[in-house]
């Protein structure tokens, strides 16, 4: 298993690619990142045109990669990409953090580890960073994605919360 930060633009379609055809469709899964960065529609409705938006949004990332706080991870196995995961690195906060903003295994990978692989890669980057903390945030109803973070050290500090204005 291979986990590295996408820094080439020439695998951004494919990252991308592999975000939308492997993101849960279940509106579960929505969160507040999903909703920010354009994603999501609304919390139980995806933008239609995922691909697109998370394209747009990962080659700004693979082109600021030396100054960009946010990263995104490629885990590959035998040169398959396998799972990804999007990740914020807040050094200039008083305490600084990191954000999961996602995780992502493809659906026929789903079962073998790999997940779990790669959020203690996502650990070690981050303490390798010397930072302490992170955080995730998870769609309120995805209650199997939050057992398997609370298995991982994750637990709720805050409700998010939204208003249409």
């Known amino acids: ?3 590295e930060w996408l820094s080439d633009e020439i695998l951004v379609n494919e990252t991308a690619s592999f975000f939308a055809a492997n993101i849960d469709p ?20 995806w933008t239609p045109d995922l691909g697109s938006v998370v394209e747009r949004e990962f080659r700004d990332l693979a082109a600021e990669i030396a100054s960009s706080n946010k990263r995104v991870a490629r885990c590959l196995i035998d040169g398959e990409l396998v ?6 690195f807040e050094h200039d906060a008083p305490i600084p953090f990191a954000v999961l903003e996602d995780i992502v295994v493809a659906q026929d990978r789903r079962g ?11 650990f ?30 994750f637990h709720q500090v805050s409700i998010v919360m939204m208003a249409n204005v």
């Open 26 to 45: 279940d509106p579960a899964y929505i969160s507040h990142s999903e909703l920010m960065w354009g994603r999501a529609l609304s919390a139980d409705a």
């Open 83 to 88: 799972a990804i995961a999007l990740v914020a």
């Open 112 to 122: 073998e580890h790999i997940g779990q692989s790669l959020l203690d890669w996502v």
């Open 124 to 153: 070690g980057q981050v303490r390798e960073q010397k930072i302490g903390r992170i955080f995730l945030e998870s769609g309120l109803n995805n209650h199997v994605a939050h057992h398997w973070f609370e298995r991982n050290g």
């Open 1 to 3: 298993m291979l986990v």
